[in-house]
Protein backbone atom coordinates (compact mmCIF):
# COMPACT_ATOMS: atom_id res chain seq x y z
CA UNK A 1 0.00 0.00 0.00
CA UNK A 2 2.40 2.40 0.59
CA UNK A 3 4.33 1.62 -2.16
CA UNK A 4 1.27 1.97 -4.77
CA UNK A 5 0.80 5.46 -2.52
CA UNK A 6 4.21 6.40 -3.34
CA UNK A 7 3.70 5.69 -7.20
CA UNK A 8 0.68 7.69 -7.56
CA UNK A 9 2.33 10.22 -5.84
CA UNK A 10 4.83 10.34 -8.37
CA UNK A 11 2.76 10.35 -10.94
CA UNK A 12 -0.06 13.05 -9.81
CA UNK A 13 3.79 14.95 -8.12
CA UNK A 14 6.06 14.90 -10.74
CA UNK A 15 4.04 13.73 -13.83
CA UNK A 16 0.96 15.63 -13.14
CA UNK A 17 3.42 18.08 -11.76
CA UNK A 18 0.55 20.31 -10.12
CA UNK A 19 1.88 22.30 -7.64
CA UNK A 20 -0.62 21.12 -5.15
CA UNK A 21 0.64 17.36 -6.04
CA UNK A 22 3.98 18.23 -5.41
CA UNK A 23 3.43 19.00 -1.98
CA UNK A 24 1.55 15.64 -1.69
CA UNK A 25 4.65 14.39 -3.21
CA UNK A 26 7.11 16.16 -0.48
CA UNK A 27 4.62 15.34 2.25
CA UNK A 28 5.12 11.56 1.23
CA UNK A 29 9.01 11.94 0.52
CA UNK A 30 9.97 14.05 3.04
CA UNK A 31 11.01 16.56 1.20
CA UNK A 32 10.65 20.30 1.42
CA UNK A 33 9.40 21.31 -2.21
CA UNK A 34 7.01 24.41 -1.32
CA UNK A 35 6.50 26.82 -4.05
CA UNK A 36 4.06 29.37 -1.67
CA UNK A 37 3.04 29.48 2.08
CA UNK A 38 -0.68 29.23 0.47
CA UNK A 39 0.30 26.18 -0.92
CA UNK A 40 1.80 24.96 3.14
CA UNK A 41 -1.23 25.78 4.09
CA UNK A 42 -3.38 24.01 1.83
CA UNK A 43 -1.76 20.63 2.61
CA UNK A 44 -2.45 20.97 6.13
CA UNK A 45 -6.04 21.97 5.77
CA UNK A 46 -6.53 19.58 3.15
CA UNK A 47 -4.61 16.34 4.74
CA UNK A 48 -5.33 17.05 8.54
CA UNK A 49 -9.11 18.49 8.73
CA UNK A 50 -10.74 17.04 6.25
CA UNK A 51 -13.05 14.08 6.83
CA UNK A 52 -14.78 11.40 4.94
CA UNK A 53 -17.93 12.79 5.71
CA UNK A 54 -16.68 16.28 5.07
CA UNK A 55 -16.09 15.10 1.32
CA UNK A 56 -20.44 14.16 1.44
CA UNK A 57 -21.42 17.44 3.21
CA UNK A 58 -19.51 19.74 2.15
CA UNK A 59 -18.05 19.58 -0.97
CA UNK A 60 -20.58 17.61 -2.41
CA UNK A 61 -18.16 14.56 -3.68
CA UNK A 62 -20.51 11.89 -4.19
CA UNK A 63 -20.23 8.19 -1.91
CA UNK A 64 -20.00 6.36 -5.39
CA UNK A 65 -17.33 8.73 -6.92
CA UNK A 66 -15.05 8.59 -3.19
CA UNK A 67 -15.19 5.18 -3.66
CA UNK A 68 -14.55 4.56 -7.55
CA UNK A 69 -11.30 7.11 -6.60
CA UNK A 70 -10.19 4.86 -4.15
CA UNK A 71 -10.51 1.31 -6.10
CA UNK A 72 -8.62 3.13 -9.06
CA UNK A 73 -5.99 4.29 -6.56
CA UNK A 74 -5.37 0.99 -5.27
CA UNK A 75 -5.93 -1.38 -8.10
CA UNK A 76 -5.04 0.55 -11.46
CA UNK A 77 -3.07 4.01 -9.72
CA UNK A 78 -1.43 4.33 -13.44
CA UNK A 79 -5.05 5.75 -14.61
CA UNK A 80 -4.77 8.47 -11.66
CA UNK A 81 -3.47 10.95 -14.01
CA UNK A 82 -6.18 10.74 -16.79
CA UNK A 83 -9.38 10.60 -14.01
CA UNK A 84 -8.10 13.46 -12.62
CA UNK A 85 -7.94 15.32 -15.89
CA UNK A 86 -11.21 13.82 -16.89
CA UNK A 87 -12.86 15.24 -13.53
CA UNK A 88 -11.76 18.82 -15.30
CA UNK A 89 -13.02 17.99 -18.25
CA UNK A 90 -16.55 16.68 -16.85
CA UNK A 91 -16.51 19.61 -14.02
CA UNK A 92 -16.22 17.17 -11.70
CA UNK A 93 -14.33 19.59 -8.67
CA UNK A 94 -14.52 21.25 -5.99
CA UNK A 95 -13.12 24.11 -4.44
CA UNK A 96 -10.89 23.54 -1.36
CA UNK A 97 -9.81 26.62 0.06
CA UNK A 98 -10.80 28.57 -3.31
CA UNK A 99 -8.54 26.00 -4.90
CA UNK A 100 -10.05 24.31 -8.12
CA UNK A 101 -9.23 20.67 -7.66
CA UNK A 102 -10.44 17.79 -9.35
CA UNK A 103 -12.72 15.33 -6.74
CA UNK A 104 -10.21 12.06 -7.38
CA UNK A 105 -7.34 14.13 -6.63
CA UNK A 106 -9.25 15.20 -2.97
CA UNK A 107 -10.93 11.64 -2.57
CA UNK A 108 -7.38 9.97 -2.83
CA UNK A 109 -5.21 12.76 -1.10
CA UNK A 110 -7.85 12.95 1.61
CA UNK A 111 -8.43 9.35 1.88
CA UNK A 112 -4.89 7.59 2.02
CA UNK B 1 -2.79 76.82 -37.72
CA UNK B 2 -3.11 77.85 -34.12
CA UNK B 3 -5.19 80.47 -32.82
CA UNK B 4 -5.91 81.35 -29.13
CA UNK B 5 -9.25 82.49 -28.20
CA UNK B 6 -8.10 84.72 -25.35
CA UNK B 7 -5.82 86.63 -27.84
CA UNK B 8 -9.18 88.30 -29.71
CA UNK B 9 -10.51 91.25 -28.06
CA UNK B 10 -13.59 91.05 -29.70
CA UNK B 11 -16.33 87.85 -30.26
CA UNK B 12 -14.63 85.61 -32.52
CA UNK B 13 -16.85 84.43 -35.50
CA UNK B 14 -15.88 81.74 -37.95
CA UNK B 15 -16.90 79.59 -40.68
CA UNK B 16 -15.81 76.39 -41.95
CA UNK B 17 -17.22 73.39 -43.56
CA UNK B 18 -16.89 70.87 -40.53
CA UNK B 19 -16.31 71.72 -36.81
CA UNK B 20 -14.66 68.95 -34.49
CA UNK B 21 -15.23 69.62 -31.06
CA UNK B 22 -12.14 68.20 -28.75
CA UNK B 23 -8.68 67.72 -29.28
CA UNK B 24 -8.06 63.85 -28.23
CA UNK B 25 -7.44 60.94 -30.42
CA UNK B 26 -10.99 61.15 -31.45
CA UNK B 27 -10.62 64.87 -32.58
CA UNK B 28 -7.23 64.69 -34.01
CA UNK B 29 -7.65 61.91 -36.09
CA UNK B 30 -11.19 63.67 -37.62
CA UNK B 31 -9.42 66.74 -37.92
CA UNK B 32 -6.06 65.74 -39.40
CA UNK B 33 -8.40 62.66 -42.25
CA UNK B 34 -10.83 65.78 -43.48
CA UNK B 35 -7.83 68.31 -43.75
CA UNK B 36 -6.09 65.79 -45.93
CA UNK B 37 -9.02 65.36 -47.76
CA UNK B 38 -9.39 68.89 -48.59
CA UNK B 39 -11.88 69.58 -46.25
CA UNK B 40 -12.03 73.14 -44.21
CA UNK B 41 -12.15 72.22 -40.42
CA UNK B 42 -12.35 74.31 -37.00
CA UNK B 43 -10.79 72.09 -34.11
CA UNK B 44 -12.23 73.18 -31.11
CA UNK B 45 -9.86 72.43 -28.14
CA UNK B 46 -10.27 72.88 -24.37
CA UNK B 47 -6.98 74.32 -23.66
CA UNK B 48 -3.87 74.26 -24.85
CA UNK B 49 -0.52 72.12 -25.99
CA UNK B 50 0.45 71.83 -22.28
CA UNK B 51 -1.54 70.95 -19.09
CA UNK B 52 -3.25 73.72 -17.49
CA UNK B 53 -4.69 72.81 -13.81
CA UNK B 54 -7.82 75.38 -14.70
CA UNK B 55 -9.08 73.51 -17.57
CA UNK B 56 -8.55 70.33 -15.92
CA UNK B 57 -10.84 71.42 -13.20
CA UNK B 58 -14.16 71.38 -15.99
CA UNK B 59 -13.92 67.53 -15.69
CA UNK B 60 -14.63 67.24 -12.20
CA UNK B 61 -17.57 65.52 -11.24
CA UNK B 62 -19.43 62.69 -8.85
CA UNK B 63 -18.85 59.51 -9.13
CA UNK B 64 -21.45 57.31 -6.76
CA UNK B 65 -19.51 54.76 -4.54
CA UNK B 66 -16.93 55.16 -5.88
CA UNK B 67 -17.00 52.59 -8.78
CA UNK B 68 -14.76 53.78 -10.91
CA UNK B 69 -12.38 54.79 -8.36
CA UNK B 70 -10.33 56.86 -10.37
CA UNK B 71 -12.03 60.29 -9.85
CA UNK B 72 -13.43 61.69 -13.89
CA UNK B 73 -10.90 64.72 -13.24
CA UNK B 74 -8.08 62.80 -13.39
CA UNK B 75 -8.82 59.72 -15.77
CA UNK B 76 -9.26 61.81 -18.70
CA UNK B 77 -7.10 64.68 -19.84
CA UNK B 78 -8.32 68.48 -20.89
CA UNK B 79 -5.39 69.86 -23.23
CA UNK B 80 -4.44 69.19 -26.81
CA UNK B 81 -4.23 65.62 -27.41
CA UNK B 82 -6.17 64.64 -25.17
CA UNK B 83 -6.15 61.79 -22.56
CA UNK B 84 -3.62 60.19 -24.91
CA UNK B 85 -1.24 62.38 -23.20
CA UNK B 86 -0.79 60.00 -20.47
CA UNK B 87 -2.30 56.67 -21.33
CA UNK B 88 0.07 53.28 -21.60
CA UNK B 89 -0.88 52.66 -25.26
CA UNK B 90 -2.42 49.28 -24.56
CA UNK B 91 -4.50 48.63 -28.40
CA UNK B 92 -6.31 45.90 -30.28
CA UNK B 93 -9.28 45.65 -32.48
CA UNK B 94 -12.32 44.73 -30.71
CA UNK B 95 -13.10 41.02 -31.17
CA UNK B 96 -15.59 39.67 -34.57
CA UNK B 97 -18.43 38.48 -31.44
CA UNK B 98 -18.46 42.14 -29.95
CA UNK B 99 -20.23 43.11 -32.97
CA UNK B 100 -22.60 40.15 -32.86
CA UNK B 101 -25.96 40.21 -31.80
CA UNK B 102 -26.09 37.39 -28.46
CA UNK B 103 -29.12 36.21 -27.28
CA UNK B 104 -27.92 35.88 -23.71
CA UNK B 105 -26.29 39.08 -23.23
CA UNK B 106 -29.43 41.87 -23.19
CA UNK B 107 -29.19 44.42 -25.63
CA UNK B 108 -25.87 43.19 -27.29
CA UNK B 109 -24.81 43.81 -30.93
CA UNK B 110 -24.08 46.58 -33.07
CA UNK B 111 -25.69 48.19 -35.58
CA UNK B 112 -22.24 47.22 -38.16
CA UNK B 113 -19.92 44.51 -37.80
CA UNK B 114 -16.46 43.52 -37.95
CA UNK B 115 -16.06 43.39 -41.25
CA UNK B 116 -17.23 46.85 -41.75
CA UNK B 117 -14.68 48.13 -39.70
CA UNK B 118 -11.53 46.05 -40.54
CA UNK B 119 -10.15 48.12 -43.26
CA UNK B 120 -9.96 50.95 -40.69
CA UNK B 121 -8.51 48.96 -37.95
CA UNK B 122 -5.49 48.29 -40.35
CA UNK B 123 -5.76 52.34 -40.71
CA UNK B 124 -5.65 52.80 -36.98
CA UNK B 125 -3.07 50.26 -36.53
CA UNK B 126 -0.65 52.62 -39.15
CA UNK B 127 -1.81 55.88 -37.00
CA UNK B 128 -0.99 54.14 -33.87
CA UNK B 129 2.24 53.62 -35.05
CA UNK B 130 1.89 49.93 -33.97
CA UNK B 131 4.06 48.08 -36.21
CA UNK B 132 2.31 44.82 -38.61
CA UNK B 133 -1.70 44.16 -37.90
CA UNK B 134 -1.19 40.37 -36.23
CA UNK B 135 -3.60 40.15 -33.26
CA UNK B 136 -4.17 36.13 -32.97
CA UNK B 137 -0.91 34.22 -31.94
CA UNK B 138 -0.11 30.62 -33.49
CA UNK B 139 0.16 28.05 -30.48
CA UNK B 140 3.74 27.71 -31.23
CA UNK B 141 4.30 31.36 -29.45
CA UNK B 142 2.62 30.05 -26.62
CA UNK B 143 4.76 28.39 -23.92
CA UNK B 144 4.85 24.48 -24.76
CA UNK B 145 3.14 23.75 -21.81
CA UNK B 146 -0.69 26.13 -22.84
CA UNK B 147 -0.08 24.33 -26.37
CA UNK B 148 -4.04 22.89 -25.65
CA UNK B 149 -6.25 24.94 -24.61
CA UNK B 150 -9.58 23.65 -25.53
CA UNK B 151 -12.38 25.80 -25.17
CA UNK B 152 -9.83 28.80 -24.62
CA UNK B 153 -7.72 30.82 -27.26
CA UNK B 154 -4.42 32.97 -27.29
CA UNK B 155 -5.17 36.78 -28.35
CA UNK B 156 -3.11 39.42 -27.82
CA UNK B 157 -2.82 43.96 -27.24
CA UNK B 158 -0.19 45.66 -28.37
CA UNK B 159 1.29 48.97 -26.90
CA UNK B 160 2.34 52.45 -28.10
CA UNK B 161 1.61 54.95 -25.65
CA UNK B 162 1.24 57.40 -28.85
CA UNK B 163 1.26 60.82 -27.71
CA UNK B 164 -1.24 62.50 -30.54
CA UNK B 165 -0.30 66.33 -28.82
CA UNK B 166 3.10 66.31 -29.36
CA UNK B 167 3.23 64.16 -32.38
CA UNK B 168 0.94 65.86 -34.53
CA UNK B 169 1.23 69.39 -33.34
CA UNK B 170 3.49 70.36 -36.12
CA UNK B 171 0.88 68.72 -38.70
CA UNK B 172 -1.46 71.12 -37.59
CA UNK B 173 0.50 74.32 -37.39
CA UNK B 174 1.73 73.62 -41.07
CA UNK B 175 -1.85 72.65 -42.27
CA UNK B 176 -3.92 75.03 -44.59
CA UNK B 177 -6.98 73.76 -44.16
CA UNK B 178 -7.49 72.92 -40.15
CA UNK B 179 -7.85 76.09 -37.95
CA UNK B 180 -7.07 74.89 -34.32
CA UNK B 181 -8.67 76.89 -31.92
CA UNK B 182 -7.05 76.93 -28.17
CA UNK B 183 -8.84 77.74 -25.02
CA UNK B 184 -12.21 77.32 -27.08
CA UNK B 185 -14.97 75.53 -24.90
CA UNK B 186 -18.76 74.71 -26.43
CA UNK B 187 -21.09 76.23 -24.30
CA UNK B 188 -24.23 76.37 -26.28
CA UNK B 189 -25.60 74.66 -29.51
CA UNK B 190 -27.83 76.95 -31.43
CA UNK B 191 -30.44 75.03 -33.83
CA UNK B 192 -33.02 76.02 -36.35
CA UNK B 193 -36.25 76.62 -35.61
CA UNK B 194 -37.28 73.58 -36.64
CA UNK B 195 -35.00 72.01 -34.68
CA UNK B 196 -33.31 69.65 -37.29
CA UNK B 197 -29.68 71.29 -37.64
CA UNK B 198 -27.53 73.17 -35.75
CA UNK B 199 -26.69 76.22 -37.35
CA UNK B 200 -23.60 77.28 -34.86
CA UNK B 201 -21.88 76.85 -32.04
CA UNK B 202 -20.91 79.22 -28.76
CA UNK B 203 -17.61 78.84 -27.58
CA UNK B 204 -15.91 80.54 -24.41
CA UNK B 205 -12.48 80.67 -22.89
CA UNK B 206 -12.16 80.74 -19.17
CA UNK B 207 -10.57 84.29 -19.47
CA UNK B 208 -14.20 84.96 -20.27
CA UNK B 209 -13.44 85.75 -24.24
CA UNK B 210 -16.70 83.88 -26.61
CA UNK B 211 -16.76 82.96 -30.14
CA UNK B 212 -19.54 81.79 -32.78
CA UNK B 213 -18.85 79.05 -35.35
CA UNK B 214 -20.90 78.48 -38.06
CA UNK B 215 -20.54 75.01 -40.33
CA UNK B 216 -21.96 72.70 -42.29
CA UNK B 217 -21.41 69.77 -39.58
CA UNK B 218 -20.53 69.25 -35.83
CA UNK B 219 -18.29 66.44 -34.38
CA UNK B 220 -18.60 66.28 -30.70
CA UNK B 221 -15.45 64.27 -29.65
CA UNK B 222 -15.21 64.96 -26.16
CA UNK B 223 -14.72 61.61 -24.77
CA UNK B 224 -17.47 58.82 -23.04
CA UNK B 225 -18.67 61.10 -20.59
CA UNK B 226 -18.41 64.66 -22.04
CA UNK B 227 -20.15 64.18 -25.25
CA UNK B 228 -23.35 63.13 -23.32
CA UNK B 229 -22.75 65.67 -20.57
CA UNK B 230 -22.41 68.40 -23.50
CA UNK B 231 -25.72 67.15 -25.10
CA UNK B 232 -27.12 67.00 -21.76
CA UNK B 233 -26.85 70.69 -20.91
CA UNK B 234 -27.94 71.72 -23.64
CA UNK B 235 -31.45 71.75 -25.33
CA UNK B 236 -31.13 68.35 -27.45
CA UNK B 237 -31.52 66.44 -24.20
CA UNK B 238 -35.39 65.80 -23.97
CA UNK B 239 -35.34 64.35 -27.18
CA UNK B 240 -32.77 61.48 -26.51
CA UNK B 241 -34.17 59.34 -24.27
CA UNK B 242 -30.74 57.09 -23.79
CA UNK B 243 -28.39 60.21 -23.62
CA UNK B 244 -26.18 59.29 -20.98
CA UNK B 245 -27.22 55.93 -20.20
CA UNK B 246 -25.38 52.52 -20.69
CA UNK B 247 -22.51 54.28 -18.91
CA UNK B 248 -19.52 51.82 -19.02
CA UNK B 249 -15.90 51.31 -18.14
CA UNK B 250 -13.52 48.33 -18.22
CA UNK B 251 -13.70 46.74 -14.60
CA UNK B 252 -10.59 44.32 -14.49
CA UNK B 253 -10.31 42.14 -11.14
CA UNK B 254 -7.51 40.14 -10.01
CA UNK B 255 -9.61 36.78 -8.71
CA UNK B 256 -7.28 34.34 -8.66
CA UNK B 257 -4.05 32.71 -8.92
CA UNK B 258 -2.12 30.22 -11.12
CA UNK B 259 0.48 27.72 -9.35
CA UNK B 260 2.47 26.89 -12.25
CA UNK B 261 3.61 23.11 -12.57
CA UNK B 262 6.85 23.76 -14.91
CA UNK B 263 8.03 27.14 -14.28
CA UNK B 264 7.72 30.15 -16.78
CA UNK B 265 10.73 32.51 -17.77
CA UNK B 266 10.12 36.07 -16.03
CA UNK B 267 9.94 37.31 -19.37
CA UNK B 268 7.40 35.23 -20.93
CA UNK B 269 5.23 36.09 -23.66
CA UNK B 270 2.06 36.95 -21.06
CA UNK B 271 4.16 40.22 -20.49
CA UNK B 272 4.76 42.85 -22.57
CA UNK B 273 7.49 41.68 -24.94
CA UNK B 274 8.71 43.41 -28.77
CA UNK B 275 7.13 41.43 -31.83
CA UNK B 276 6.25 42.61 -35.05
CA UNK B 277 7.16 46.13 -34.94
CA UNK B 278 5.63 46.82 -31.43
CA UNK B 279 5.29 45.28 -27.93
CA UNK B 280 3.10 42.47 -27.50
CA UNK B 281 1.27 40.77 -24.55
CA UNK B 282 -0.83 37.36 -24.98
CA UNK B 283 -3.78 36.66 -23.17
CA UNK B 284 -6.42 33.86 -23.16
CA UNK B 285 -10.00 33.73 -23.84
CA UNK B 286 -12.95 32.09 -24.30
CA UNK B 287 -13.66 30.74 -28.08
CA UNK B 288 -16.34 32.18 -29.87
CA UNK B 289 -17.97 28.62 -30.13
CA UNK B 290 -17.24 28.18 -26.37
CA UNK B 291 -19.04 31.47 -25.59
CA UNK B 292 -22.01 30.89 -27.84
CA UNK B 293 -22.54 27.46 -26.95
CA UNK B 294 -22.30 27.91 -22.76
CA UNK B 295 -23.41 31.54 -23.04
CA UNK B 296 -20.94 33.72 -21.80
CA UNK B 297 -19.38 36.65 -22.26
CA UNK B 298 -16.68 37.88 -24.05
CA UNK B 299 -13.78 38.16 -20.99
CA UNK B 300 -10.36 37.77 -21.32
CA UNK B 301 -7.25 36.44 -18.74
CA UNK B 302 -4.67 38.50 -17.89
CA UNK B 303 -1.32 36.67 -16.52
CA UNK B 304 0.65 38.88 -14.56
CA UNK B 305 3.83 38.35 -12.81
CA UNK B 306 3.18 38.39 -8.84
CA UNK B 307 5.83 40.76 -8.07
CA UNK B 308 4.37 44.11 -10.57
CA UNK B 309 3.53 45.80 -7.68
CA UNK B 310 5.93 48.61 -7.63
CA UNK B 311 8.07 50.35 -4.78
CA UNK B 312 7.28 54.22 -4.02
CA UNK B 313 10.83 54.71 -5.18
CA UNK B 314 10.41 52.38 -8.41
CA UNK B 315 7.51 54.72 -9.26
CA UNK B 316 9.53 58.00 -8.63
CA UNK B 317 12.39 56.79 -11.13
CA UNK B 318 9.63 55.60 -13.66
CA UNK B 319 8.53 59.44 -13.15
CA UNK B 320 11.72 60.63 -14.00
CA UNK B 321 12.44 58.26 -16.60
CA UNK B 322 9.04 59.86 -18.49
CA UNK B 323 10.36 63.45 -17.97
CA UNK B 324 13.41 62.65 -19.44
CA UNK B 325 12.10 61.60 -22.60
CA UNK B 326 9.82 64.21 -22.52
CA UNK B 327 6.43 62.47 -21.71
CA UNK B 328 3.94 64.18 -19.45
CA UNK B 329 5.02 64.46 -16.02
CA UNK B 330 2.92 64.60 -12.41
CA UNK B 331 5.37 64.76 -9.88
CA UNK B 332 7.86 66.79 -7.69
CA UNK B 333 10.93 66.49 -9.42
CA UNK B 334 12.70 67.46 -5.82
CA UNK B 335 10.83 64.64 -4.07
CA UNK B 336 11.35 61.76 -7.02
CA UNK B 337 14.89 62.58 -6.69
CA UNK B 338 15.35 62.34 -3.08
CA UNK B 339 12.80 59.43 -2.99
CA UNK B 340 15.84 57.43 -6.06
CA UNK B 341 18.60 58.59 -4.38
CA UNK B 342 17.91 57.80 -0.72
CA UNK B 343 17.33 54.17 -2.12
CA UNK B 344 19.41 53.24 -4.32
CA UNK B 345 20.47 50.12 -3.38
CA UNK B 346 16.96 48.21 -2.82
CA UNK B 347 15.64 50.29 -6.12
CA UNK B 348 18.79 48.12 -8.12
CA UNK B 349 17.71 45.41 -6.59
CA UNK B 350 14.08 45.63 -7.65
CA UNK B 351 15.52 46.66 -11.28
CA UNK B 352 17.13 43.26 -11.42
CA UNK B 353 14.59 41.53 -10.32
CA UNK B 354 11.98 42.96 -12.89
CA UNK B 355 14.62 42.50 -15.49
CA UNK B 356 16.30 39.23 -14.52
CA UNK B 357 15.31 35.98 -15.80
CA UNK B 358 14.26 34.09 -13.24
CA UNK B 359 11.58 31.78 -13.69
CA UNK B 360 8.11 32.14 -12.18
CA UNK B 361 5.59 29.47 -10.19
CA UNK B 362 2.91 31.93 -9.36
CA UNK B 363 1.20 34.59 -11.58
CA UNK B 364 -1.68 36.61 -11.00
CA UNK B 365 -4.90 36.34 -13.07
CA UNK B 366 -6.30 39.68 -13.68
CA UNK B 367 -9.80 39.05 -14.97
CA UNK B 368 -10.48 41.51 -18.44
CA UNK B 369 -14.34 41.98 -18.00
CA UNK B 370 -16.60 42.59 -20.98
CA UNK B 371 -19.53 44.44 -19.10
CA UNK B 372 -23.13 44.20 -19.85
CA UNK B 373 -25.41 46.61 -21.13
CA UNK B 374 -26.88 48.42 -18.82
CA UNK B 375 -29.64 51.35 -19.24
CA UNK B 376 -29.21 52.08 -15.33
CA UNK B 377 -26.13 52.92 -15.41
CA UNK B 378 -25.54 56.52 -16.63
CA UNK B 379 -24.07 59.34 -16.25
CA UNK B 380 -26.74 62.54 -14.84
CA UNK B 381 -26.00 66.28 -14.61
CA UNK B 382 -26.03 67.21 -11.06
CA UNK B 383 -26.70 71.12 -9.68
CA UNK B 384 -22.63 72.00 -9.59
CA UNK B 385 -22.04 74.09 -12.24
CA UNK B 386 -18.45 74.12 -13.88
CA UNK B 387 -16.99 77.73 -14.63
CA UNK B 388 -18.32 78.14 -17.81
CA UNK B 389 -21.90 77.50 -15.99
CA UNK B 390 -22.48 74.90 -17.46
CA UNK B 391 -23.65 71.65 -15.28
CA UNK B 392 -21.50 68.71 -13.98
CA UNK B 393 -22.25 65.15 -14.16
CA UNK B 394 -22.46 62.11 -11.41
CA UNK B 395 -21.54 58.87 -12.73
CA UNK B 396 -23.70 55.99 -11.56
CA UNK B 397 -22.08 52.05 -12.26
CA UNK B 398 -22.93 48.83 -10.51
CA UNK B 399 -21.74 45.63 -11.68
CA UNK B 400 -24.77 43.56 -12.71
CA UNK B 401 -25.75 40.09 -10.98
CA UNK B 402 -24.95 38.88 -14.49
CA UNK B 403 -21.28 40.69 -14.42
CA UNK B 404 -20.51 38.94 -11.21
CA UNK B 405 -21.61 35.54 -11.81
CA UNK B 406 -19.99 35.63 -15.14
CA UNK B 407 -16.90 36.75 -13.78
CA UNK B 408 -16.74 33.85 -11.18
CA UNK B 409 -18.03 31.80 -13.98
CA UNK B 410 -14.78 32.41 -16.06
CA UNK B 411 -12.31 32.40 -13.30
CA UNK B 412 -13.85 28.07 -12.73
CA UNK B 413 -13.64 27.66 -16.21
CA UNK B 414 -10.28 28.65 -16.48
CA UNK B 415 -8.92 27.09 -13.73
CA UNK B 416 -10.94 24.29 -15.12
CA UNK B 417 -8.93 24.67 -18.13
CA UNK B 418 -5.85 24.64 -16.67
CA UNK B 419 -6.62 21.20 -14.43
CA UNK B 420 -7.67 19.36 -17.64
CA UNK B 421 -4.62 20.31 -19.54
CA UNK B 422 -2.22 19.37 -16.28
CA UNK B 423 -0.31 22.93 -16.40
CA UNK B 424 -1.20 23.70 -12.89
CA UNK B 425 -3.76 24.46 -10.46
CA UNK B 426 -5.73 28.11 -9.85
CA UNK B 427 -6.81 29.24 -6.30
CA UNK B 428 -10.07 31.83 -6.32
CA UNK B 429 -10.31 34.61 -4.42
CA UNK B 430 -13.60 33.99 -2.85
CA UNK B 431 -14.31 37.80 -3.27
CA UNK B 432 -15.52 37.76 -6.81
CA UNK B 433 -18.24 35.99 -5.42
CA UNK B 434 -19.89 38.50 -3.28
CA UNK B 435 -20.87 41.74 -4.66
CA UNK B 436 -20.02 44.13 -2.05
CA UNK B 437 -16.22 42.40 -2.34
CA UNK B 438 -16.41 42.29 -5.45
CA UNK B 439 -16.71 46.13 -5.72
CA UNK B 440 -13.63 46.41 -3.80
CA UNK B 441 -11.86 44.29 -6.34
CA UNK B 442 -12.81 46.77 -9.01
CA UNK B 443 -12.13 49.80 -6.84
CA UNK B 444 -8.69 48.67 -6.00
CA UNK B 445 -8.33 47.17 -10.21
CA UNK B 446 -6.78 49.71 -12.55
CA UNK B 447 -9.81 50.10 -14.37
CA UNK B 448 -11.95 53.36 -14.56
CA UNK B 449 -9.91 55.27 -17.78
CA UNK B 450 -12.23 53.99 -20.19
CA UNK B 451 -15.72 55.47 -20.16
CA UNK B 452 -18.00 54.33 -23.19
CA UNK B 453 -21.49 54.32 -24.13
CA UNK B 454 -23.13 57.15 -23.38
CA UNK B 455 -24.26 58.52 -26.53
CA UNK B 456 -24.13 54.64 -28.04
CA UNK B 457 -24.96 53.72 -31.61
CA UNK B 458 -28.41 52.26 -32.11
CA UNK B 459 -31.02 51.96 -35.14
CA UNK B 460 -33.53 54.04 -33.66
CA UNK B 461 -33.21 57.02 -30.98
CA UNK B 462 -35.41 54.75 -28.44
CA UNK B 463 -32.10 51.87 -28.45
CA UNK B 464 -29.51 55.01 -28.72
CA UNK B 465 -28.19 58.27 -29.25
CA UNK B 466 -26.69 57.78 -33.01
CA UNK B 467 -26.84 55.79 -35.71
CA UNK B 468 -24.42 53.85 -37.73
CA UNK B 469 -23.03 56.93 -39.37
CA UNK B 470 -22.49 58.48 -35.92
CA UNK B 471 -25.26 61.01 -36.34
CA UNK B 472 -27.26 61.99 -33.84
CA UNK B 473 -30.90 60.78 -33.98
CA UNK B 474 -33.07 63.22 -35.13
CA UNK B 475 -30.18 66.10 -36.14
CA UNK B 476 -28.90 66.15 -39.49
CA UNK B 477 -25.55 67.43 -39.05
CA UNK B 478 -24.17 66.51 -35.33
CA UNK B 479 -22.06 63.48 -35.22
CA UNK B 480 -20.33 62.08 -32.34
CA UNK B 481 -17.31 60.21 -32.21
CA UNK B 482 -15.03 58.24 -29.52
CA UNK B 483 -15.88 55.39 -26.84
CA UNK B 484 -19.23 57.16 -26.05
CA UNK B 485 -20.99 55.33 -29.25
CA UNK B 486 -20.25 51.93 -27.75
CA UNK B 487 -23.33 49.70 -27.90
CA UNK B 488 -20.92 46.97 -25.75
CA UNK B 489 -17.60 47.58 -24.67
CA UNK B 490 -15.49 44.08 -25.33
CA UNK B 491 -12.67 43.19 -23.11
CA UNK B 492 -10.12 45.03 -25.41
CA UNK B 493 -8.71 48.61 -24.68
CA UNK B 494 -10.94 51.05 -26.65
CA UNK B 495 -8.37 53.24 -28.25
CA UNK B 496 -7.79 51.54 -31.47
CA UNK B 497 -12.02 51.20 -31.73
CA UNK B 498 -11.93 54.97 -31.01
CA UNK B 499 -9.46 56.06 -33.94
CA UNK B 500 -11.17 53.24 -36.33
CA UNK B 501 -14.67 54.69 -36.12
CA UNK B 502 -13.30 58.37 -36.61
CA UNK B 503 -11.63 57.29 -39.61
CA UNK B 504 -14.61 55.70 -41.23
CA UNK B 505 -16.76 58.62 -40.08
CA UNK B 506 -13.83 61.13 -41.18
CA UNK B 507 -14.75 59.27 -44.89
CA UNK B 508 -18.70 59.34 -44.70
CA UNK B 509 -18.54 62.95 -43.84
CA UNK B 510 -16.51 63.97 -47.38
CA UNK B 511 -18.68 61.19 -49.02
CA UNK B 512 -22.04 63.08 -48.29
Given amino acids: MKTDRRTFLGYVGVI?????????????DGKNIYYSEELQRLRNSLFKNISRKDLNTTYNISEEKILSSLKLFQKFPNHVVKAV???????????????????????????? | MYDDLNAHNKPLRKKAKVAVIGSGPAGLVLAKKLANKGVSVILVSSGSLSYDQKHQELYEGTIIDNIPLVPLSASRLRMFGGTSNHWTGHCGPFDDIDFKIRGFIPESGWPLNFNDLEKYYKEAQDLLELGSYKYSYKSSALPESFAHLGDFESSYLSQNPFRFGPEWRDFFKRSKNCYVLENANLTRFILSDNGRKLVSLEVKSLDGQVGKIEC?????????????RLLLNSSLSSRLP????????????????????????????????????????????????FQFAEKQPNYAMNLLNRHFKKSPEFLAALRLRNRIQGDSYEGDVKDDLLAVLSNLGALLGEYNRHKSSESIHTLNLMTYIDPTPNYHNVIKLNNDKDELGMRRCTAHWKPSDDDIEYTYNFNIKFAQMVGRNGFGRVKINPMIRDRATFNKLVQDSSGGGHQMGTTRMSKSKYSGVVDTNLKVHGVDNLFCAGSSVFPTYSWVNPTMTIVALSAKLADHITST
Fill in chain 2, 216 to 228: DSVILACGGVENA
Fill in chain 2, 242 to 289: CLGHYYAFHPRVVGAELHLAKPLANNNVFQWHPSDGSSKKAFLKYSEN
Fill in chain 1, 16 to 28: LASPTCLSVASLA
Fill in chain 1, 85 to 112: RDDFKRNKTCMIDGWILSQTEVVICTMT
